[in-house]
Nanobody, 120 residues
């Protein structure tokens, strides 16, 4: 199973970006999907979570600006980021709780990260 994140880049403060993360491989089902971020010198922190049923939540610092969504048919999770500011500069990582075909148990897989840089 692989997760491939994309959509990062350089954006001016107040701008928007949409991140995508596609899961591929021998997948039976995906439970929760999440976005994390890690700013320089900081620990990785959770940003948003969405269940397979579509229940979603975001951390307080991005509430009202970021929206997480997913397309189960495409095994893809999105993060729409609006009104970006310099504090949102970070590498953004996706992860997913995946049940692989023919295997028992659910395992968490991580994407490689995509860099978001917000210029002020």
């Amino acid at each position: 199973v692989q997760l491939q994140a994309s959509g990062g880049g350089l954006v001016q403060a107040g701008g928007s970006l949409r991140l995508s993360c596609v899961a591929s491989g021998s997948i039976s089902s995906i439970n929760d999907m999440r976005w994390y971020r890690q700013a320089p010198g900081n620990e990785r922190e959770p940003v948003a979570t969405i269940t397979s049923g579509g229940s979603a939540g975001v951390t307080n610092s991005v509430k009202g600006r970021f929206t997480i969504s997913r397309d189960n048919a495409k095994n893809t999770v999105y993060l729409q980021m609006n009104r970006l500011n310099s504090e949102d500069t970070a590498v953004y990582y996706c992860n997913a709780d995946v049940r692989r075909r023919g295997q028992v148990g659910v395992f968490t897989y991580w994407g490689q990260g995509t860099l978001v840089t917000v210029s002020s």
